[in-house]
């Protein structure tokens, strides 16, 4: 004898079973991913901090093409990330990464900031870094680490022509009326 498929209640079962099963293989898979996820986010913040100051570290490779273990190695050497600042204005706490050259720990000279932002953008909120000359006043470039924006609109500030843009913008409003962030 068949199931008696056209029943309502067959077929609220069979639904339910099936979005069970679908809904432990989708969290098995997330799960079981979560650690990898992490890391490549990870790898992905430690690229564009060595993009963003690879001309005042000296840099040659890019930091895409570079192996995750000497990217590791090279933030590990160059940048420090244990000041936590304060926004006045907001009271929000947020890590102020700064960048040396050539190695922590040795006298080496700052040679900027690099302060996480993030925003509303049309989609979902944008996140990424922006850096500045350790004098404060010029910026280096900017990094977006997570926009979910259209592609082909929107999403084209994650281009390097975008990106571009803001190198060499002045902080504050300088007294010949340049322009500046």
């Avoid at 079973?17 to 990898?36: G, I, K, N």
């Avoid at 571009?164 to 962030?181: K, T």
Wanted: aromatic fraction near 10%; include cysteine; hydrophobic fraction near 45%.
């Amino acid at each position: 004898m068949s199931p008696p498929t056209s029943s309502p209640l067959y077929v609220v079962a069979y639904a339910a079973c099936v979005s069970a099963a679908f809904t432990a293989a989708v969290m098995t898979v997330h799960v079981a991913t979560a650690e990898r996820v992490r890391l490549n986010d990870q790898l992905f913040e430690q690229r564009a901090l060595l993009e963003l100051f690879a001309g005042p570290l000296g840099l040659r490779a890019d930091p895409r093409d570079t192996d995750p273990a000497d990217v590791d190695r090279l933030v590990a050497r160059r940048f420090d990330r244990t000041l936590v600042v304060t926004d006045p204005r907001t009271g929000r706490a947020f890590r102020l990464v700064r960048a040396y050259g050539p190695d922590l720990g040795t006298g080496a000279p700052l040679l900027g900031y690099a302060v996480p932002f993030e925003g509303q953008g049309f989609w979902n909120t944008i996140r990424g870094l922006l850096a500045f000359q350790a004098d404060g006043q010029t910026v280096l470039g900017i990094a977006f680490l997570d926009q979910k924006e259209t592609p082909g609109l929107g999403g084209r500030i994650a281009e390097p022509w975008y990106r571009r843009r803001f190198e060499g913008l002045r902080l504050a409003p300088p007294p010949d009326g340049d322009p500046f962030l």
